[in-house]
């Protein structure tokens, strides 16, 4: 079966200071993968998505990049976290664009 | 522009108490509509897919039917274990992205 990880489960950083979130899958390969973030009372919003190693796409406009350096490994990133990048980090993967998501328990960060 | 609406926000029922969500969608081609579970500081569970109206399926005391303008999350006779956030979520062309649509989902609390 398969099973998605992610870490660290909490993280507070100050405002300024960089970023690393870890995603990874296991019992599948060459899965399509996602962040997406989801603000306090707020839905699900897409900031990635990767449907291969290297290749990555991005939805909006902002202050994180990530990188799939291996096949079922994706990273969230920042050089410079601002606060209003607080929020609950969710990373998702299918077993490609038309079959269903499934999450990973995520990332909540507070930056202050 | 896709969208998806979801009603009410929050929902209070009694234990045994039946009723309704509803997830409204604007999307131009619809290709799957997906429901999940999240409860608090979680990832969200996948439930269900739809992929066509008149499509419905069932799980425990859950069902979950599609028509060509929305989709509804039946609960029939609720337990306190069924009180979480459910999240709908829409699937639309272009491409093999797989990029999913959220609403901001319903709070269920059921009271035993």
């Known amino acids: 079966s398969q099973t998605i990880h992610q870490w660290p489960a909490t993280l507070v950083q100050p405002v300024g200071s960089p970023l690393s979130l870890e995603c990874t899958v296991e019992g599948t390969s060459n899965p399509n993968l996602y962040w997406y973030r989801q603000a306090a009372g707020r839905g699900l919003q897409l900031l990635f998505y990767s449907v291969g190693i290297g290749q990555i796409s991005s939805e909006v406009p902002q202050n994180l990049s990530a990188s799939r350096p291996q096949d079922r490994q994706f990273i969230l990133s920042s050089k410079k976290l601002l606060l209003s990048d607080s929020g609950f980090y969710l990373c998702?993967?299918?077993?490609?664009?038309?079959?269903?998501?499934?999450f990973g328990p995520g990332t909540r960060l507070l930056v202050l | 522009e896709d969208q998806v609406t979801q009603s009410p926000e929050a929902l209070r029922l009694q234990e045994g108490e039946s009723s309704s969500l509803n997830c409204s969608y604007t999307?131009?081609?619809?290709?799957?509509l997906f429901w999940y579970r999240q409860d608090p500081g979680k990832g969200p569970e996948f439930l269900f897919t739809l992929y066509s109206a008149g499509e419905e399926k069932e799980k425990e005391r859950l069902k979950a039917t599609l028509t060509k303008k929305e989709s509804f999350l039946h609960i029939t006779a609720p337990k306190p274990e069924d009180s979480a956030t459910y999240l709908c979520a829409v699937q639309a062309p272009p491409g093999n992205t797989g990029k999913l649509i959220f609403g901001q989902g319903t709070t269920l609390q059921v009271k035993p």
């Open positions: 999307v131009s081609g619809l290709r799957g």
């Open positions: 998702a993967w299918s077993r490609d664009g038309k079959e269903t998501q499934y």
